[in-house]
C-alpha cells in the first residue's frame, strides 16, 4: 500500500497484542474459521494472527511418513518443491509452488501426531480471505487476517514468524517519497508489515504453549486494504539477486 507523502502518521501506532487460549485441538475437516470467530471479540482494525498449522490440519494438509525410511522425509520434500536450491544432510532449501523459499518446502514434523507431517497450505492467501469473511459476517467486524509461519533466514541464526498468507491488510506499506526523521526521501523503503505482525503475534503464543492465534490490536486504519502476500511480498526471480 501507498500512503500519499505527507499524510504518515508522525507517531508509531500503541499495538497490544493478546493470545486466543482455549482452542481444541485442530482436526481435518473441523471449522476453523468458525471456532477463531466465536472463540474472542473483535473490534475493526484488529488483526487476527493464525498459525500454518491450525491451518493446514483443518484443511486436512497432512501426510503419513515412515521414520523408519531415510528417503521418506526427502521424498515429500521433493514432491512439495518445485526447485531444489542446496541440501546439507537432512536439510533441503527449496522453493515452493507459492514461491516461498524456505527449509524442507515449509513441511513441519511439530506439533502434529507421531507419523504425520503438516504440509503447507495450498493457497494460504484464500485460506486467510475465508477466515476473514466468517469472521466478518458472525462479529460485523472488519478485520486483517495473517497467516504466519516460522522461518530461518539466510546469514542470520535463529528463526522468526512470517506472514505465509493474509487477506484485509495490504501486505506492504509503501514508505518511497515520505522523508525520514532527518527530512531525507526516502528511496525504497517498503515495509512488511504483515510479517512484522506476525512475528509480534508469535511472542505472544509461543512455540509450545498449543496457543494457535493471537489478535493484534491497533493498527492504523491506513494498514487495510485488499492484497494477498503471495502477490506482493515474494519476490520474483527477475528481481532476486540471489537466485
Known sequence: MTVEPGKIDEHPPDLSIRAIRGLPEIR???DLAGMLADATTYEDHDVLVVTQKVVSKAEGRLVDIDFDDPRGHKAIVEDE???????????IISETEHGFVCANAGIDLSNVEA??????PVDSDRSARRIRDVVRART???IGVIISDTFGRPWRRGVTDVAIGSAGIGPILDLRGHPDALGREMQVTEVAIVDELAAAAELAMGKSAGIPAAVVRGAPAEWFRSGGVVDEIV?????DLFR
Open 28 to 30: 481435518p475437516g473441523d
Open 140 to 142: 460485523g467486524a472488519e
Open 115 to 120: 507419523g504425520q507431517a503438516a504440509l503447507l
Open 81 to 91: 518443491s518445485v526447485r531444489i536450491l542446496r541440501r546439507r544432510g537432512d536439510l
Open 235 to 239: 519476490r520474483s526471480p527477475s528481481e
